[in-house]
C-alpha cells in the first residue's frame, strides 16, 4: 500500500479524536497547540466541552469524526469500546477516506489491534497500535512513552504525531505489538504497586515519617515511576484518579489471558488482579490505582 502523504510530516493534518476523558483530553490538547485542525467525539459531550470551547470541532459519531480527519486517534475504555468504535457501518474503518491514519491509544487487546490492521489494509488506511504509560501527568506533560505496533510505514507517518504527546516513543513491531508491549508494563506495575503500597505502610507502621522515608529509597534501587509518583498520593489520602482501577483490572485480566495462551505462569500479576477485584467490589472501581494502599492497610 502506498502513502499519498508525502514525508512524515503532518503539518496541519486534521486530526479526529475519539474519548477525551483522563487521559485523552490533555493528549487532544498538545495536538491542538501544535496547529493541528481537531474534531472531537466522546460518548459524553461534556467531557469535550472544554476542548470545544478551545476551537475542536465536535463531531455527533465516530463515523462522522473519521469521514472529517486525515489521522484518527482513539483513546476509548474497554476492548469492547474499541471494536464498537472501529468496526460495522457507523465505525471508524468503513467510513475514513483512504490514506488514513487510524492509531488506537487504548490498551486493548493484541488480537484485537491485528483485527484493526487487516481490516484497515483492506481499506486502503493504515493502522497502528500504540497503548502509552504515564497516567494523567504524563498526559498532562506531553511526557508518555508510547508502544507502537504496525508497518513499518504506518508508524513512519504516526511518529510525528506521538511526538507531540510523549518524549518515549518506540516501534516495537508489527499489528500487536504495542498492546504485547504495554501488557508487560502493566505486569511490571501490577506486581511493583503491591511493593509501592507495602512499603509505605511498613513505614507507617513503624513509626516513620513515609514522606522522609521516600527520600532515602526512590533514587536507589527500588526507585520507580509509582514510587515516585503515586505513593505521595497515597501518603497525602489522594486517591483521585490518574489511571482508573477498572481500567487496570481490564488491563491485567487482557495479560492473564495472553500469558495463559502463552502457557506462561504469572503469580505476581494473578494476586494484584485478586486485590484490586476486591477493591472494585468494595466500590473503588472509579479511584485510581494507588487505592490498592487502602486494601493492604485493611487485610
Request: charged share 20%; proline share 4%.
Amino acid at each position: 500500500m502506498r502513502s499519498k502523504w508525502k514525508g512524515t510530516m503532518l503539518v496541519k493534518k486534521r486530526v479526529g479524536f475519539i474519548g477525551t476523558g483522563v487521559m485523552g483530553k490533555s493528549m487532544a490538547k498538545h495536538l491542538m497547540k501544535a496547529g493541528h485542525p481537531l474534531t472531537v467525539y466522546t460518548r459524553t459531550k461534556e467531557k469535550a466541552e472544554e476542548l470545544v470551547s478551545a476551537g475542536a470541532q465536535w463531531a455527533s459519531s465516530p463515523k462522522e469524526a473519521a469521514a472529517a480527519s486525515d489521522v484518527v486517534i482513539t483513546m476509548v475504555g474497554m476492548p469492547y469500546d474499541v471494536e464498537e468504535v472501529y468496526f460495522g457501518s457507523e465505525g471508524i474503518i468503513e467510513n475514513a477516506k483512504p490514506g488514513t491514519l487510524l492509531a488506537d491509544m487504548t490498551t486493548s487487546s493484541p488480537a484485537l489491534a491485528q483485527r484493526i490492521a487487516e481490516a484497515a489494509e483492506a481499506r486502503g488506511l493504515f493502522a497502528v497500535d500504540a497503548p502509552v504509560s504515564g497516567g494523567d501527568i504524563g498526559a498532562k506533560e506531553a511526557g508518555l512513552s508510547i508502544m507502537a505496533g504496525g508497518s513499518a510505514e504506518a508508524f513512519a507517518l504516526a511518529q510525528p504525531i506521538f511526538e507531540l504527546m510523549g518524549t518515549n516513543v518506540v516501534h516495537q513491531g508489527g499489528p500487536g505489538s504495542g498492546q504485547h508491549t504495554k501488557m508487560c508494563n502493566q505486569i511490571a506495575i501490577a506486581s511493583g504497586m503491591i511493593g509501592v503500597c507495602e512499603a509505605v505502610l511498613y513505614a507507617e507502621k513503624a513509626g516513620l515519617d513515609p514522606e522522609s522515608v521516600l527520600k532515602s529509597i526512590e533514587s536507589g534501587a527500588a526507585g520507580s515511576w509509582s514510587l515516585s509518583n503515586l505513593a505521595p498520593r497515597m501518603i497525602r489520602g489522594d486517591f483521585a484518579p490518574g489511571f482508573y482501577i477498572k481500567h487496570f483490572i481490564k488491563d491485567m485480566n487482557i495479560a492473564l489471558q495472553s500469558a495463559e495462551e502463552m502457557g506462561m505462569l504469572t503469580p505476581g500479576l494473578k494476586l494484584a488482579r485478586e486485590l484490586y477485584g476486591k477493591l472494585a467490589e468494595n466500590g473503588e472501581e472509579n479511584s485510581g490505582t494507588q487505592a490498592l494502599y487502602k486494601q493492604l492497610k485493611n487485610i
